[in-house]
């Protein structure tokens, strides 16, 4: 069974980092594209950054991009959001997702994922 737990959330302040990391289990990551998405409350879903099942191909929100970066280490079956000059606005319940396939590229629509994990909450304050 396909199962997605996500952690390393918590409170940090501006300007500060986090590593989220997603623990997979019951598939291998060469045959799954994953995807971090971010809700905050009141806000629609957004994709955040994606990294295609091949691992060469990511797609980045403008949002995050030069200051996140998605990766994934296969022996530990797990993939990384690393979190770099955080914001208030990066405030969110982040949650990772899954779909097979997806060799050459990744999309950031949530649509497009087809198993979640439960999310974990990054809270950006001073």
């Known amino acids: 069974q396909l199962q997605l737990v996500e952690s390393g959330g918590g409170l940090v302040q501006p300007g500060g980092s986090l590593r989220l990391s997603c623990a997979a289990s019951?598939?291998?990551?060469?045959?799954?594209?994953i995807g971090w998405f971010r809700q905050a409350p009141g806000k629609e879903r957004e994709g955040v950054a994606c990294?295609?099942?091949?691992?060469?191909?990511?797609n980045y929100a403008d949002s995050v991009k030069g200051r996140f970066t998605i990766s994934r280490d296969n022996a530990k079956k797990a993939v990384y959001l690393q979190m770099n000059s955080l914001r208030p606005e990066d405030t969110a319940n982040y949650t990772c997702?899954?779909?097979?396939?997806?060799?050459?590229?990744?999309?950031?629509?949530?649509?497009?994922?087809?198993?979640w994990g439960q999310g974990t909450q990054v809270t950006v304050s001073s």
């Open positions: 997702a899954a779909t097979g396939g997806r060799w050459g590229l990744c999309l950031l629509a949530a649509t497009d994922f087809t198993s």
């Open positions: 019951g598939f291998t990551l060469d045959d799954y594209a």
């Open positions: 990294l295609s099942s091949s691992g060469e191909t990511t």
